[in-house]
T-cell receptor
Framework: NAGVTQTPKFRVLKTGQSMTLLCAQD?????MYWYRQDPGMGLRLIHY???????AKGEVPDGYNVSRLKKQNFLLGLESAAPSQTSVYFC???????????FGPGTRLTVT | RKEVEQDPGPFNVPEGATVAFNCTYS??????FFWYRQDCRKEPKLLMS???SGNEDGRFTAQLNRASQYISLLIRDSKLSDSATYLC???????????FGSGTRLSIRP
């Protein structure tokens, strides 16, 4: 039982490049989330999904897209990276009933 | 005003001390409350849920005061390994309404 995994762990992009972050969970959770965390700030919700095939915008969705084609996977895409997207990205999942979230180890992204 | 507010600290206390953090929330519709722990450069991990009647887990005690809209975390007999950032989390009924505080940094010195 790996819990929540994220790939890659680190990435450096140039401005304008694109990339996809992958999140996978093996807990059969219905809900999945993508957050970013910046120094001095709390976790901010980018997008979330309440089930396979559904996604919704969170607090800071601009510049990101997501897809949830399979229940266990939640992908976060950056179509044209900007330096403002330099951050640590965390994926999380939770079950329908319980409120607590389980987090992946994070992806450290630097955009130059 | 932020919906969830925490004292950022840092709290620097000696090993064996008792330390308490508060977290205030502004939305009375908040339904569930949690404390998470985050170590440097790691992901947040659930420390404990906070129940209306208060709850204890070993050296950790969490309290909820709905009337004053705050939750608290008390750590007794602090250990060096308790050094971390503690995040207060408030959840509404909607899946998208999970608000994280910015965290309180705790440093335990020998």
């Amino acid at each position: 039982n790996a819990g929540v995994t994220q790939t890659p762990k680190f990435r450096v992009l140039k401005t304008g490049q694109s990339m996809t972050l992958l999140c996978a969970q093996d807990m059969n959770h219905e809900y999945m989330y993508w957050y970013r965390q910046d120094p001095g700030m709390g976790l901010r919700l980018i997008h979330y999904s309440v089930g396979e095939g559904t996604t919704a915008k969170g607090e800071v969705p601009d510049g990101y897209n997501v897809s949830r084609l399979k229940k266990q996977n939640f992908l976060l895409g950056l179509e044209s990276a900007a330096p403002s997207q330099t951050s640590v990205y965390f994926c999380a999942s939770s079950s329908l009933l319980a409120g607590e979230q389980y987090f992946g180890p994070g992806t450290r992204l630097t955009v130059t | 005003r932020k919906e969830v507010e925490q004292d950022p600290g840092p709290f620097n206390v000696p090993e064996g001390a008792t330390v308490a953090f508060n977290c205030t929330y502004s939305n009375s519709a908040s339904q569930s409350f949690f404390w998470y722990r985050q170590d440097c450069r790691k992901e947040p991990k659930l420390l404990m849920s906070v129940y209306s009647s208060g709850n204890e887990d070993g050296r950790f005690t969490a309290q909820l005061n709905r009337a004053s809209q705050y939750i608290s975390l008390l750590i007794r007999d602090s250990k060096l390994s308790d050094s971390a950032t503690y995040l207060c989390v408030v959840k509404h009924s909607s899946a998208s309404k999970i608000i994280f505080g910015s965290g309180t940094r705790l440093s335990i010195r020998p």
